[in-house]
């Protein structure tokens, strides 16, 4: 999947989450409901979904990695610096 697309997607995801969790009251956060079969507090079942797309997350980055090897890079650090210049050989005397 292209990295646009990718993006794209992870935005309209998260727009629906909102959409959800914005009407939300700490006491609604709180509450018991079946989620998933799983009697749980929303909170949890929330907190729950975080952890696991974090997971997905790693699992993208694993995957890049793989591929790019040598070439992948974090976002957050500086390119490698140069390499040094070539040393002289001294010829000797």
């Known amino acids: 999947m292209p990295k646009a697309e990718l993006?794209?997607?992870?935005?309209?995801?998260t727009e629906r989450v909102?959409?959800?969790l914005g009407p939300l009251s700490s006491g609604d956060l709180l509450e018991e409901r079946s989620i998933h079969g799983i009697e749980q507090k929303v909170l949890s079942a929330l907190?729950?979904?975080?952890?696991?797309l974090h997971?997905?997350?790693e699992?993208?980055?694993y995957l890049t990695r793989l591929r790019l090897?040598?070439?992948y890079r974090f976002d957050h650090t500086q390119p490698p610096p140069p390499p040094p210049p070539p040393?002289?050989?001294d010829g000797g005397a």
């Open 59 to 61: 699992q993208i980055v």
């Open 18 to 20: 909102g959409e959800y």
């Open 87 to 89: 040393q002289e050989v």
């Open 7 to 13: 993006g794209a997607l992870l935005e309209q995801t």
């Open 69 to 71: 090897g040598e070439a």
């Open 55 to 57: 997971g997905h997350g």
């Open 47 to 52: 907190m729950s979904s975080v952890i696991h």
